[in-house]
């Protein structure tokens, strides 16, 4: 699902594709099924992508401020604000795949 930030959730996306603007941020767990997907699906179509790890109560607090007060995860901030919120892989695809890297170009470094 593509929501749209609302209040401080805007000015956290906004901070997050300032400080790397080639990245998808990825919030997640380990323990998440959707969360292993959306990162297994960046990996195979090669989008730079940064994951942050939502077991920490500031992160989680964090991507459920970006995603309008959701708690679900998993949550992605395009590079464009654009923010997906347990999204399918068709969803991924029709948000993320202009982000993809070519094979053999210089790799993009998301911490």
């Known amino acids: 699902m593509i929501v749209t930030a609302h209040g401080d959730g805007r000015a956290t996306v906004a901070a997050l594709t300032g400080e790397q603007p080639d990245c998808v941020w990825l919030f997640g767990a380990g323990w998440c099924a959707d969360c292993r997907r959306a990162k297994e699906w960046l ?25 309008g007060g959701r708690p679900n995860i998993p949550v992605l901030v395009a590079p464009d604000g654009t923010v997906l919120v347990e999204p399918t892989n068709v969803e991924l695809a029709g948000t993320l795949t202009g982000y993809r890297r070519p094979r053999g170009a210089d790799r993009v470094r998301c911490r």
């Open 43 to 67: 990996t195979r179509h090669n989008v730079p992508f940064s994951m942050i790890d939502t077991t920490n109560d500031a992160e989680r607090a964090r991507a459920a401020l970006i995603a």
